[in-house]
């Protein structure tokens, strides 16, 4: 008999699966950041700098205030524990995850082989430059490779073509990330960069789809063949063989989740999933966070409707430009559109909204979590912008 999951249970699962839930007193160090990259899988990079990098803001919302700089360190350097590939977009992940990605990797270069008029197959000479330079020079960021075609062909996305060479090396994997420096990635090949048993790892497709979404499916707790898949970016057909492996093997077990209808909502929970009677999670969450990234998981856990409108004519904007989603005990129960005034030492709530039935403390808890984040960054005041049905009730809680 299929076993049956209560909505609110589902919710709870999924949250402490992403690390929720484990908040410790002392202040969060090196084991814990690695601790919990390893439990999640992966930190999605996103370049929006109007409140805070994406990638930092997980463990912030897990695990409190930390120093960033504890996990820059865990990305670069010959002690590093994570590097960084096209998972979920660009993401941070740990390194052991970076050869699972080796079909990918041939993909990318079956592509460029497959037609003749990409940039690849008209620029091999550059590409072969590029990895004598990094051969003999050690890993660089784009901007510090000297060449004639190292110049913008427009305006800041338009790359150069030492850029775009680096790029195509670096999703094929001749490349690799050396970290960041001042967020521009440094590349270098791997035997400069990778541990030595890494380099020659061969995983095939089917092993490396089947432990991706085993990985997916413990970071997740439970969730739907789309929510596995999506997860990192995998095509249905392999990522549903892998979940038939998993589960005729006991790691992944069906279950039914009540409001989660249709052939598409078959549900499984990972054999490993904690089952939490309560939840009592404070934070507000990146609009990259994967507790939110797959709108439609959002909508089915938390009938939260979530669109980040960064890209949305200031006009048209409902909620507000970086709208970071509020988690309550298990429900998101509000957002927030932030805006980090570093150079008046301010964090500024531009508009601060509640959901229909979100609890009557709502403005009281979101204010210490509003000054928490304050301290985190290293700014003195608060100021709330009056738009949102929630903004004078946090002004209150403030004052």
Same mark, same amino acid.
């Given at each position: 008999?299929? &076993?049956?999951? !209560?909505?609110?249970?589902?919710?709870?699962?999924?949250?402490?699966?992403?690390?929720? #839930?484990?908040? !410790?007193?002392?202040?969060? #160090?090196?084991?814990?950041?690695? $601790?919990?990259?390893?439990?999640?899988?992966?930190?999605?990079?996103?370049?929006?700098?109007?409140?805070?990098?994406? /990638?930092?803001?997980?463990a912030f919302s897990r695990l409190g205030r930390y120093d960033k700089a504890q996990l820059?360190?865990?990305? !670069?350097?010959?002690? @590093?524990?994570?590097? %960084?590939?096209w998972a979920h977009e660009a993401s941070l992940l740990p390194l052991d995850s970076w050869?699972?990605?080796?079909?990918?990797?041939?993909?990318?270069?079956? &592509?460029?082989?497959?037609?003749?008029? !990409?940039?690849?197959? #008209?620029?091999?000479?550059?590409?072969?430059?590029?990895?004598?330079?990094?051969?003999?020079?050690?890993?660089?960021?784009?901007?510090?490779?000297? /060449?004639?075609?190292?110049?913008?062909?427009?305006?800041?996305?338009?790359?150069?073509?030492?850029?775009?060479?680096?790029?195509?090396?670096?999703?094929?994997?001749?490349?690799?990330? @050396?970290?960041?420096?001042?967020?521009?990635?440094?590349?270098?090949?791997?035997? &400069?960069?990778?541990? $030595?048993?890494?380099? #020659?790892?061969?995983?095939?497709?089917?092993?490396?789809?089947?432990?991706?979404?085993?990985?997916?499916?413990?970071?997740?707790?439970?969730?739907?063949?789309?929510?596995?898949?999506?997860?990192?970016?995998?095509?249905?057909?392999?990522?549903?063989?892998?979940? +038939?492996?998993?589960?005729?093997?006991?790691?992944?077990?069906?279950?039914?989740?009540?409001?989660?209808?249709?052939?598409?909502?078959?549900?499984?929970?990972?054999?490993?999933? +904690?089952?939490?009677?309560?939840?009592? @999670?404070? $934070?507000?969450?990146?609009?990259?966070?994967?507790?939110?990234?797959?709108?439609?998981?959002?909508?089915?856990?938390?009938?939260? /409707?979530?669109?980040?409108?960064?890209?949305?004519?200031?006009?048209?904007?409902?909620?507000?430009?970086?709208?970071?989603?509020?988690?309550?005990?298990?429900?998101?129960?509000?957002?927030?559109?932030?805006?980090?005034?570093?150079?008046?030492g301010v964090l500024r709530v531009q508009a601060a909204w509640s959901e229909p039935d979100?609890?009557?403390?709502?403005?009281?808890?979101?204010?210490?979590?509003? &000054?928490?984040?304050?301290?985190?960054?290293?700014?003195? %005041?608060?100021?709330?912008?009056? +738009?949102?049905?929630?903004?004078?009730?946090?002004?209150?809680?403030?004052?």
């Amino acid at each position: 008999m299929v &076993q049956s999951v !209560s909505p609110t249970l589902a919710r709870r699962i999924a949250l402490a699966a992403q690390g929720f #839930g484990r908040r !410790s007193a002392a202040t969060p #160090g090196i084991r814990q950041l690695d $601790a919990l990259v390893n439990r999640i899988e992966l930190l999605q990079i996103d370049s929006v700098n109007v409140f805070e990098r994406s /990638h930092y803001l997980p463990a912030f919302s897990r695990l409190g205030r930390y120093d960033k700089a504890q996990l820059d360190r865990l990305t !670069s350097g010959r002690e @590093a524990r994570f590097t %960084e590939y096209w998972a979920h977009e660009a993401s941070l992940l740990p390194l052991d995850s970076w050869p699972l990605f080796g079909w990918r990797m041939q993909h990318y270069r079956d &592509q460029a082989a497959g037609a003749p008029d !990409s940039w690849a197959a #008209g620029n091999r000479p550059m590409l072969d430059w590029l990895l004598a330079e990094l051969a003999d020079k050690g890993p660089l960021p784009a901007s510090a490779i000297e /060449h004639d075609a190292n110049r913008r062909s427009g305006p800041w996305w338009g790359w150069s073509d030492v850029k775009t060479g680096l790029e195509v090396l670096f999703r094929w994997g001749d490349v690799v990330s @050396a970290g960041r420096q001042r967020f521009e990635r440094v590349y270098g090949l791997p035997e &400069q960069v990778l541990p $030595a048993e890494l380099l #020659g790892r061969r995983v095939d497709s089917a092993t490396a789809h089947r432990e991706l979404i085993s990985r997916a499916a413990r970071a997740h707790g439970i969730g739907t063949a789309k929510d596995f898949a999506d997860y990192f970016r995998l095509k249905s057909v392999p990522a549903l063989a892998g979940i +038939r492996e998993l589960e005729d093997a006991g790691e992944l077990i069906p279950v039914e989740v009540a409001g989660w209808d249709g052939a598409s909502k078959a549900a499984w929970l990972h054999r490993d999933a +904690r089952l939490p009677r309560s939840m009592d @999670a404070a $934070a507000v969450l990146s609009p990259f966070d994967p507790v939110v990234w797959e709108r439609a998981r959002a909508l089915r856990l938390f009938d939260f /409707h979530y669109r980040i409108e960064i890209y949305t004519p200031q006009p048209k904007r409902v909620f507000g430009y970086y709208v970071l989603p509020v988690l309550l005990g298990d429900t998101i129960v509000g957002r927030v559109d932030l805006k980090n005034d570093r150079q008046s030492g301010v964090l500024r709530v531009q508009a601060a909204w509640s959901e229909p039935d979100a609890p009557s403390d709502t403005a009281a808890r979101l204010a210490a979590v509003l &000054q928490e984040t304050a301290a985190w960054q290293g700014l003195d %005041e608060i100021e709330v912008v009056e +738009r949102g049905n929630l903004a004078a009730g946090l002004t209150a809680e403030l004052r």
